[in-house]
């Protein structure tokens, strides 16, 4: 009889627009109990999902799952960097990029109980400034609204528009100099996005053709956002088809650095960091071993 899939749960209360859901009672309900061994702890401050999967990892469970948005899955991600542990993602979040990336239902009965048997995939992860992300990092606009939108006190896409539309008025574009490979080039940034997976979270797509596990990060550099670029970008982003847009360009590469001009922004997975001019931005490839529904590995090897 082969032992038990032992699975930890780390919950963030305060991720999501809906927090009536009742994890554990959900856990309960859809978890075979003949087939899965599980804990739940919960977060209880900024950072503290990173130290709890770390423990977690080292206690010996296969997966742990983060139980809420990008930030909170950033978190447990950054934890189990190095460990024999997988990521686990139940979506609670705002826009939960990773999660809809790697296919995992957005419905937490469905998203659980795929948890019970799942696939295994390795994905690279990235670093700006030595802060690890796994979906997306970003210079510019989209860093800026992030800061807004952490501080907005309400959560959702609406609010999330709201301030996007508030700051695109006040907003202006930094000179950066960008070197990757063997090239070198000067230009205005308003948005430099470094895309592991596709899309910033709804099924906004900043980099459609981005694949979580080639060894290479796609840019999208758009360098100035007059109102006719922001409806392309804007219907690019929803249909999936930006880089044919003509708004935006885009590169692939392993490593880039940015030196700005003045102090630019910049987010990690959708969670404002701080302000810097120099950005050392690289790549580890297949570094971080996640369980994904089995459908997901099935579409990409």
């Known amino acids: 009889m082969s032992a038990k899939l032992r699975i930890c749960f780390l919950i963030n209360p305060n991720s999501g627009t809906d927090r009536r859901q009742n994890v554990p009672a959900l856990l309960a309900q859809y978890l075979p109990a003949e087939a899965v061994d599980y804990e739940v702890r919960p977060t209880q401050y900024a950072g503290h999902a990173v130290e709890l999967a770390r423990q977690a990892a080292a ?14 899955v950033n978190e447990v991600g950054r934890g189990l960097l190095g460990t024999q542990a997988a990521l686990g993602i139940l979506p609670r979040g705002s826009g939960n ?3 809809r990336h790697l296919q995992v239902p957005l419905a937490l009965p469905a998203a659980i109980r795929q948890l019970a048997n799942p696939a295994f995939q390795r994905i ?3 670093y ?3 802060r690890p992300f796994f979906c997306t990092a970003g210079l510019g606009f989209d860093a800026h609204v992030s800061r807004c939108f952490a501080q907005a006190g309400t959560r959702g896409l609406g609010t999330y528009v709201q301030v996007a539309l508030r700051e695109y008025r006040r907003f202006r574009p930094t000179a950066i100099t960008v070197t990757m490979q063997d090239k070198t080039f000067a230009t205005s940034c308003y948005v430099l996005a470094f895309a592991n997976a596709a899309q910033y979270g709804n099924n906004a797509y900043i980099a459609p053709l981005a694949d979580i596990s080639d060894g290479l990060l796609d840019l999208c550099l758009i360098d100035a956002l007059p109102l006719w670029r922001a409806v392309r970008v804007s219907v690019g982003l929803a249909l999936g088809n930006l880089p044919a847009s003509g708004a935006a ?8 650095q940015v030196q700005a001009a003045q102090a630019l922004g ?16 690289t790549l580890e490839p297949l570094a971080l071993e996640v369980a994904v529904p089995a459908r997901y590995t099935e579409i990409v090897t």
């Open 124 to 126: 690279d992860v990235g």
């Open 266 to 281: 910049f987010h990690v997975d959708g969670d404002y960091v701080g302000d810097a001019r120099e950005f050392a931005v």
């Open 249 to 256: 360009v885009y590169h692939t590469c392993s490593q880039v």
């Open 128 to 130: 700006i400034n030595e």
């Open 97 to 99: 990029g990773l999660a």
């Open 59 to 72: 206690e010996g469970f296969r997966i742990v799952v983060a139980v809420g948005g990008d930030g909170t």
